[in-house]
């Protein structure tokens, strides 16, 4: 019996008809493998994911195959993004066993949840010097039944390889100055300086370490910093990568050149990188950053918008070709000239195909192309390009669209918030801010119980079963602390506080290291501990980002000592791989930097107020924490950010204060002395 009906998790549901027995990640499903006798099968996928849909067509959806894994193994379906604790230590394993990893993560465990056999995806016959499924399943059944012994031998030192794996991070303080040096020449040493972005195919945006370039500079002056961040920015939003006619990044690029993308478009990538493009902004003036950042919160809003005012999960990267009724990857986003043609006619087709770069042999497959952006296409007037553009999206809306997983995740809609209300403060657009405070409320209102404890994820307004893990109170908490620094509105840092000190009293060791789920959450045959920031900030530098600007706010040592000691891992990390800690050494530069606390005290009503507040918003000083509002008084009482605490108007008109390291400068009313107080701005 297929158990996965009623689950609220999109890539379940899925396979919820398919003739697999499948269960969800339960006790049950363990004691049920006690009782037969028989080994799990552990399958890690997710909904936009490319090649689970192709496992899943090919052997899942297969009756013999079905029927042979239900006759030997209980058989358990998982999403990752529902339970990223199950899937970091599973794929910790695979990746120790066989030098890689990726999904679908296919895993055969003991009844104890003990792995012994790994691998990703598996074809229906065999290729590449891969085995089928079907070997493999008959293989791990000859092991089980006719060497058990080798089996629970290979299984008990997997796990004690496993636990022995302890994260030694160095017992060094937080980094310094020197240390974001040398991980900004590790940076440089990897850098493409031809292509933009760092190492090969395939190509990753890599958005932490942009946002650290980015900071550096600010914090040093560093051109060369600048340099790389804006290339690489440059490139990806001119590549197939970046969708030039709806806007938002897909996942990676297949090439180093951004050409062909892998098609799945994800939530936290773009709002990873809408943010990092408005800060390029900030930081330049540039048209295209500024362009590229509207561009990607608009699509953020306009396609992965719920209903309930989250923010949804992914658009998967195949969508149904029309005509051949196939699910094809990136069938939506590819176009021939013929099709542009088609839909332009010949003149403005010709003059669109030069302009994308669609060429007659194509540049992705069956002679279609991805479009770009040459840096050597015609120039185009703009009223033209506009009816171009405008004429190929509604065209393109007839196609079959991609899936889009509508589960709502914690932590990718704390990202979501702070790009959203950054990208309305700086571009005034207060419909932006408005969306942000929407999906906040989603999360206050569906994920939050009474005690402040996070649920992972919900759909549909309903809230999952899985508890939040660490970036989930890291994400949530850095988008509440955005919101209140960009609305004024200090319930939201007081909803930050809840969050951080959740961090501190159910996911912190003794030594100050960050575990990604909570003291009492479920027991693995690990638990995981992973401060490296991958696709998104990992849980420990994302929480050690929001302990510091609540630190900043509130003036609280125990959450500023909190970062410092988390943030021990960058100093040991941050110099040997810096591509893998960006968020972490974006965090390590504000706190190096102070970082900057800046309060604006004024009648919100008044322009005054309001000027003072977007220049304090635009300053480059890295992770500098604004707070806007009243004067508080020395009792509390009044306002609502501790920062406004006894700062007095300065001859009766809003004032802004800029302090950091306990020291202050002179509080100023005009908006150059302001700007100069917090580096470069472009109103």
């Known amino acids: 019996m297929n158990r996965l009906a009623g689950v609220t998790s999109p890539y379940l549901l899925q396979h919820a008809e398919n003739p697999v027995d499948w269960w969800p990640w339960e006790p049950e499903a363990f004691e049920e493998a006690r009782r037969r006798n028989v080994p799990v099968l552990l399958s890690v996928g997710y909904s936009a994911c490319h090649w689970c849909h192709v496992m899943a067509h090919e052997s899942f959806e297969d009756e013999l195959t079905a029927a042979y894994m239900n006759e030997h193994f209980v058989n358990i379906k998982v999403d990752r993004e529902e339970r990223p604790d199950i899937d970091a230590v599973y794929m910790e394993a695979v990746q120790a066993a066989t030098g890689q990893g990726g999904w679908p993560m296919t895993v055969f465990l003991t009844p104890g949840a003990e792995p012994f056999y790994f691998g990703t995806y598996f074809p229906p016959e065999p290729r590449h010097g891969m085995p089928s499924f079907t070997q493999v399943l008959e293989g791990v059944r000859g092991a089980w039944v006719g060497r058990p012994e080798e089996v629970a031998e290979v299984a008990q030192r997997i796990v004690r390889d496993l636990a022995g794996r302890q994260l030694d991070y160095g017992k060094a303080g937080a980094p310094g100055p020197e240390e974001l040096g040398r991980a900004l020449l590790g940076l440089t040493r990897e850098y493409d300086a031809v292509r933009g972005g760092f190492g090969g195919a395939p190509k990753f945006p890599p958005s932490m370490a942009l946002e650290f370039l980015l900071r550096h500079h600010a914090r040093t002056g560093s051109e060369g910093a600048l340099q790389m961040a ?295 045959i690990r638990r995981p501990q992973d401060p490296t920031d991958t696709a998104a900030p990992s849980g420990w530098t994302a929480a050690a980002g929001a302990l510091l600007s609540y630190a900043a706010h509130t003036g609280s040592q125990p959450h500023r000592e909190a970062a410092e000691r988390a943030l021990a891992v960058v100093q040991a990390l941050g110099p040997r791989a810096p591509r893998f800690i960006g968020h972490g050494l974006a965090v390590a530069e504000a706190l190096v930097d102070g970082p900057r606390e800046v309060a604006v005290v004024g009648h919100p009503d008044d322009p005054a107020t309001a000027a003072l507040h977007r220049t304090a918003l635009l300053g480059t000083a890295p992770g500098a924490v604004v707070a806007v509002g009243l004067p508080r008084a020395v009792d509390g009482s009044g306002g609502e950010f501790p920062l406004l605490a006894e700062r007095a108007l300065v001859r009766d008109r809003p004032t802004a204060y800029v302090c950091r390291h306990f020291v202050c400068a002179r509080p100023t009313t005009e908006l150059v002395e302001l700007a100069d107080q917090l580096g470069a701005v472009h109103p």
């Open 230 to 524: 804006a290339d690489t920015c440059e490139a990806m939003a001119r590549g197939g990568i970046y969708d030039q006619l709806g806007g938002g990044f897909a996942r990676y690029s297949v090439d180093r050149e951004w050409v062909v993308p892998h098609f799945e478009k994800m939530l936290y990538d773009n709002a990873l990188l809408c943010r990092v493009y408005a800060h390029l902004w900030r930081a330049t003036g540039s048209d295209l950053a500024r362009r590229v950042a509207l561009e990607t919160a608009d699509f953020m809003v306009r396609e992965l918008r719920t209903r309930e005012g989250g923010f949804a999960s992914a658009l998967d990267a195949d969508s149904e070709e029309a005509g051949s009724g196939r699910h094809v990857e990136g069938a939506y986003y590819a176009w021939t000239p013929q099709e542009l043609a088609q839909v332009l006619g010949e003149a403005d087709g010709e003059l669109a195909a030069a302009y994308f770069g669609v060429t007659g042999e194509g540049t992705f497959e069956h002679g279609k192309s991805v479009l770009q952006l040459p840096q050597d296409g015609p120039v185009v007037e703009a009223g033209r390009l506009a009816s171009i553009r405008e004429r190929l999206l509604a065209a393109r809306g007839l196609r079959p669209a991609p899936g889009r997983d509508d589960k709502v995740v914690a932590a990718w809609n704390g990202l979501a918030i702070a790009a959203l209300a950054e990208c309305g403060a700086f571009f005034e657009r207060p419909d932006l801010v408005e969306r942000a405070v929407e999906a906040a409320d989603l999360l206050v209102r569906v994920h939050m119980d009474g005690t402040a404890r996070l649920a992972r994820t919900s759909k549909d307004g309903r809230v999952g079963a899985n508890a939040g893990v660490l970036e989930d109170y890291g994400d949530v908490a850095e988008g509440f602390l955005t919101l209140a620094s960009v609305t004024g509105e200090g319930v939201w840092l007081e909803f930050a506080g809840f969050l951080v000190d959740l961090v501190l009293a159910r996911f912190t060791a003794e030594d100050g290291s960050l575990y990604d789920t909570a003291h009492d959450a479920e027991q693995l």
